[in-house]
Each structure stands twice: as C-alpha cells, then as structure tokens.
C-alpha cells in the first residue's frame, strides 16, 4: 500500500466524467487499498475520489469518524432533499474553502469493495461528502457550485477537505 500524491488544479483528470468500474479485480483492490491509506495519512482528510489521484474510475472513500472506511464503486445518488449552506474545501483546490448549496439528505447506491451492492441514506457530513465525491466522478469541483466568488475564501484548514 502507498500514500498517493494528491492531483490539484488544474490538472485536467479533475475535469473528466470517470470511467464505470466493470470488474472489481487486484488493480481496483490496490487503488482502494492506496486511496484509504492516503485519507488516512493525514487528519485534515475525510474522503477522496479516485481522480484526485489521478484515476479517472468510479470509485470513492470517505473516512470521517461517523462513517469511517466507507468504499464505494459506481456510486450513484438516487435521491437527494431539502437544501441547506455548508462550508467546503477540496484536497485537489488547496488553500481555498468556500460556501454552497448542498442536500440535506442523500441515498446514495453503489457497490462495496467485495462487489456487494449497498445503499447509504446520509445526512449532514456524510451527505456532504458523497455529493462532493461522486461529483468528483462527474468532473465536478466545489468551486462550480459558487454563485458568486465572493463565496469563495482563501484560508486554510477551515473546512472539511473532501
Ligand atoms: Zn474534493
């Protein structure tokens, strides 16, 4: 297992829509493998998706101490509501945290490292954290979701790096 380098703007994998994982074999193994020890390997990190280490596949971590070792591959949300204001930051937009809209609560379904579906109904953090990976998986940043840049703030550790 290895620590992984964390991709950051504007390295252009962080724009791509990534690949369906088709079969969960030894080389998806060891990318999860590496993505929860690179969560792990420092305290500021709750989650990561696969492009942010330069995978572009449909796979995603989150480690916060409500929902720890969470693996999921080809997640999708089949349901999201309510609508609230949350802060953010991003591993891959360092030194940057920022204000948006995001669900109150998501269901979210995809499969576990072993290839069992799964389904997660989350709120708070959590929710927080699987809009802002699998978003992650569409090409999608944070920062897209800014309505105004007076919305975006440059200051570091403030908000969950997701
Ligand atoms: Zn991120």
Redesign the pocket.
């Known amino acids: 297992m290895a620590v992984l380098p964390i991709i950051t703007l504007p390295d252009p994998v962080l724009k791509q829509k990534a690949k369906r994982v088709k079969t969960i074999d030894g080389s998806i193994q060891k990318l999860i493998a590496n993505m929860l020890e690179t969560v792990r390997a420092d305290p500021g990190r709750a989650a990561l998706a696969a492009p942010?280490v330069g995978t572009s596949l449909r796979v995603i971590v989150i480690d916060i101490p409500e929902a720890e070792n969470i693996v999921l591959i080809n997640p999708e949300i089949v349901k999201r509501s309510g609508e609230r204001l949350v802060t953010e930051g991003?591993?891959?937009v360092p030194g940057y945290y920022g204000e948006i809209k995001r669900s109150e609560q998501v269901t979210v379904k995809g499969r576990d490292a072993s290839g069992k579906e799964i389904r997660i109904k989350a709120e708070e953090l959590l929710a927080q954290a699987l809009e802002?990976e699998i978003d992650?998986l569409n090409g999608v940043l944070y920062i897209d979701h800014l309505e105004s840049q007076d919305q975006l703030h440059k200051v570091e550790d403030e908000a969950p790096q997701?």
């Open positions: 942010q991003c591993l891959s802002h992650h997701l």
